[in-house]
């Protein structure tokens, strides 16, 4: 089995990077290695937020192996199923239990399902030739991996409407401007710029970003009234929100404040 996902430490924080040239397109195996690589970050107490990124400059990923698509050919068609592996495409579209922040760095083109892949993270930092790209209804199909879930949750509807229909690219400037990217920096600064922002989140208190993650999406697309509701509802202690809960119970939960009034930095524990 071929190695195409690795993994650093850096403190608090990992950093997994994409390599599969010669465009970083993702098959069964690579999807399988990033969700290993994800599922082990979510078990492991010492680490708290993620950066996803890829080698090379031209290409980020340029989405699911279309020759192992093909190959798959008649089978697919008739069974109406394809397996994209553990936590869905990329081991991030569908892996909901992950409630860890993860920021993707984006260092050139996002094509297909690299793309609904980064639709999952929570941040994405961009370089400045970045290109975000869902070409799929021009290859006979739909981005069905994210794409057509989440695009026009965090784009204007008619804005993912356009790109999916004619699969033109949308450039990192324009991806700012409609907020789908938080940051776009020069090339040569990009992985400089994803570590300084994540050592910033790994300052924060590990259990409160757990619940906010568990929250946001739980209440997503709740009206205000029933979002507090929900909110309420955990603070009864009604299993509705546990990672939420258990921030409401833990000793980080005063910790702030009491380094606050002690004037001193706080130390969370995760507990």
Not at 72 to 82: A, P
Not at 94 to 99: I, K, M, N, P, S
Not at 241 to 270: C, I, W
């Amino acid at each position: 089995m071929s190695i195409s996902v690795s993994c650093v430490t850096h403190g608090k924080i990992l950093e997994i990077t994409l390599n599969r040239p010669p465009v970083n397109a993702i098959d069964l195996n690579t999807s399988t290695q990033l969700y290993n690589a994800l599922k082990d970050f979510q078990d492991n107490p010492q680490l708290t937020v993620a950066v996803l990124t890829a080698a090379g400059e031209r290409l980020f990923c340029a989405g699911w192996d279309l020759k192992e698509y093909a190959e798959s050919g008649s089978e697919l068609v008739d069974s109406g199923n394809y397996d994209l592996g553990p936590g869905g495409l990329g081991g991030l579209s569908e892996f909901w239990g992950l409630r860890k922040p993860v920021i993707a760095a984006v260092n050139g083109k996002a094509i297909g399902g690299g793309f609904e892949m980064l639709l999952a993270a929570d941040l994405i930092i961009a370089a400045e030739h970045a290109q975000f790209i869902l070409p799929e209804i021009r290859l006979g199909f739909l981005p069905d991996a994210g794409g057509l879930q989440r695009l026009a949750k965090r784009l204007p509807y008619n804005l993912a409407v356009e790109l999916m229909l004619t699969g033109r690219a949308m450039d990192a400037r324009e991806a700012q401007r409609w907020g789908l990217v938080c940051q776009v920096v020069p090339a040569a600064e990009l992985r400089q710029c994803s570590l300084e922002l994540a050592q910033r989140i790994a300052e924060g208190a590990p259990l409160a970003q757990q619940a906010m993650k568990e929250v946001l999406a739980r209440t997503h697309s709740l009206s205000v009234e029933d979002a507090f509701a929900c909110t309420r509802g955990a603070w009864q202690g009604n299993g509705s929100l546990p990672a939420y809960e258990k921030m409401l119970h833990s000793n980080d939960y005063l910790e702030g404040s009491r380094a606050f009034t002690e004037k001193r930095q706080p130390v969370y524990k995760g507990c």
